[in-house]
């Protein structure tokens, strides 16, 4: 099983990011996927996820803000980042919901 995020970057404060999560070696229709990030010197955190019937959750300090979302003829899961804030800076985790694969996370930094 592989996941791999990318879309992360550098971005202003009030602007707009979306990373996504590639996954490949299973049935990804079949599995929830979860959304963490973890900051500098901080615990890894959960940040969002949706079920395999996309049905999703957020944490309150991004809800409003951040929208996940899945194409399951992809095998991917999106979490499109709105009105960003220097706090949401941290390195972006997708994992496949109770399994042990993760990605090897993407950068995010809000910055002016």
């Known amino acids: 099983v592989q996941v791999v995020e990318s879309g992360g970057g550098l971005v202003q404060p009030g602007g707009s990011l979306r990373v996504s999560c590639v996954v490949s070696?299973?049935?990804?229709?079949?599995?929830?996927m979860d959304w963490y990030r973890q900051a500098p010197g901080k615990e890894r955190e959960s940040v969002a996820g949706i079920s395999m019937l996309a049905n999703s959750y957020y944490a309150d300090s991004v809800k409003g803000r951040f929208t996940v979302s899945r194409d399951n003829d992809k095998s991917t899961v999106y979490l499109q980042m709105d009105n960003l804030k220097p706090e949401d800076t941290a390195v972006y985790y997708c994992?496949?919901?109770?399994?042990?694969?993760w990605g090897q996370g993407t950068q995010v930094t809000v910055s002016s």
């Open positions: 994992r496949v919901r109770g399994q042990p694969y």
């Open positions: 070696g299973l049935a990804f229709s079949r599995y929830g």
